[in-house]
């Protein structure tokens, strides 16, 4: 009877509405998607390694400056994703097109500010970086990758149209394809192979920027077909739409700003490193550019939670909400307990690709005896990590975003305090505040999840009808 009782649960947990089957098919595809980004980067700095330490370690401060400089507006472009799922699950097909329509004009109406970065970030990386020749790297690299910007904020919103639908396949078939030609030109555009010029870290930032605006090329193509062009009123709702651009600004932006802050913490505690020293640099941004793979596909599953509980609080079913919440917690945990027991058991497998990168033996020891501690402190993080971004899309994807906002900003300021605090206290001092920090906000996020407010948000308009079947249709 027990057995039965056992059986009868675990069939309900994977098969019932926002059950871990559901959760899974929409979830794995995004998790691929926004992983997809990290690996771009990764590829960058591994072959980097190769090439030279000094680019290697001028490819994570450029790197995290040049997502700080989109974060805020991939952020808003990135709530299309919520607006495109509560239309969906509201049956309001021809408002689709309009807010798809509105995050890709973000993106342009923003892309003189990102021309403005290319002279400022010269100068800022002249400023704050000692050793001239990572400074120069540094520039290189990050001038390059900010031409591609404005392509990672419409991807968002061109995204969005088919992962608010439920059609999370198509968004990942694009980002992999945008992925092997990263490292096709990777390979050849940093090391100088197949005839192309040997061009180092200037070599890696073009290859990511071309693959970033391919995506923008083939989403473009894929928006033409019927069901999306006529289906979703793409061939209408181009125009500008104030009213609408307006709400996905007033409900963006808290999404946005929080990705915005995450990024200046983050971009402090690299640059903070870079001053202890070649060597505990090199095994910091080691660890950081490896947990990123694993970090980045959590971002991934709470997107996809943000789009479940959309979708069904358009709909008037806040407990299959919940239950898709408690889901997304389960495969979570699930996929960051792997890496932590990678990070445990494995670490000399885990950071492997590098030692065969690097020619030179004695200096790869003294870095690996730093990364596997650094390891264990990036394997706590990632579980730590997993809660705040599940509780954090979910409240997020019901509209109760101004709260997630208000906490990232309070916790910003007093891990921005504690980094400089421990700054004397060193390197793994410095990791601890970083942990400490996305602690406080999950642990936040869950107790505004608790008080259930969440459930009468709603960032579409009064009065939308509900469908009659909301969800992933493929």
Excluded at 91 to 115: H, M
Aim: contains cysteine; proline residues 3%; aromatic residues 12%.
């Amino acid at each position: 009877m027990e057995q039965k009782k056992i059986q009868q649960f675990l069939e309900e947990l994977w098969t019932r509405d926002g059950g871990i089957r559901e959760v899974l098919k929409l979830a794995a595809p995004m998790m691929i998607t926004t992983g997809a980004w990290a690996i771009m980067l990764f590829v960058d700095r591994l072959i980097l390694f190769k090439s030279s330490i000094s680019e290697f370690n001028a490819a994570l401060p450029a790197g995290t400056l040049y997502w700080m400089a989109m974060s805020l507006f991939v952020g808003i472009a990135s709530y299309t994703n919520t607006f495109v799922a509560q239309y969906y699950g509201a049956g309001k097909p021809e408002r689709i097109g309009a807010s798809v329509w509105q995050g890709i004009r973000l993106g342009i109406y923003v892309t003189p500010l990102f021309l403005i970065l290319i002279p400022i970030g010269k100068y800022y990386f002249q400023s704050t970086t000692d050793d001239p020749a990572v400074a120069d790297a540094e520039i290189r690299y990050f001038q390059i990758l900010v031409l591609g910007c404005t392509s990672s904020i419409i991807t968002a919103a061109q995204g969005a149209l088919f992962n608010g639908q439920g059609k999370t396949r198509i968004v990942m078939m694009v980002n992999l394809g945008a992925v092997l030609l990263n490292i096709f030109l990777d390979y050849g555009l940093i090391l100088g192979n197949m005839g192309f010029p040997k061009l180092g870290i200037l070599g890696a930032g073009i290859a990511t920027t071309a693959a970033s605006w391919s995506m923008v090329l083939v989403f473009a193509v894929l928006m033409r077909q019927k069901k999306y062009w006529e289906g979703c009123h793409l061939k209408t709702t181009w125009r500008h739409d104030s009213e609408l651009m307006g709400r996905m600004i007033k409900f963006g932006t808290p999404n946005g700003l929080p990705m915005l802050v995450e990024s200046i913490t983050f971009h402090a505690l690299v640059k903070i490193v870079l001053t202890f020293g070649m060597l505990k640099a090199a095994a910091s941004s080691l660890v950081l550019s490896i947990n990123q793979l694993a970090h980045f596909p959590l971002v991934g599953l709470g997107i996809a939670c943000s789009i479940l509980v959309g979708q069904r609080i358009s709909s008037g079913r806040q407990e299959a909400a919940k239950t898709a919440i408690n889901s997304a917690l389960i495969v979570g945990l699930t996929y960051s307990f792997f890496f932590v027991i990678l990070y445990l058991i494995i670490p000399d497998g885990v950071i492997k690709m590098h030692r065969e990168m690097m020619p030179q033996d004695s200096a790869f020891y003294s870095i690996r005896e730093i990364s596997v501690i650094l390891l264990r402190l990036a394997g706590l993080y990632l579980i730590i990590e997993c809660l705040q971004l599940v509780f954090s899309g979910a409240i997020k994807g019901a509209g109760d975003t101004w709260f997630v906002l208000k906490m990232t900003i309070l916790v910003a300021v007093l891990t921005l305090i504690g980094y400089f605090a421990a700054r004397g206290l060193g390197l793994y001092a410095m990791w601890v505040v970083y942990i400490l920090q996305i602690a406080i906000l999950g642990g936040a996020c869950f107790m505004r999840f608790r008080g259930g407010k969440w459930k009468d948000f709603s960032v579409i308009e009064k009065g939308a009808s509900p469908r009659d079947e909301p969800g992933a249709d493929e």
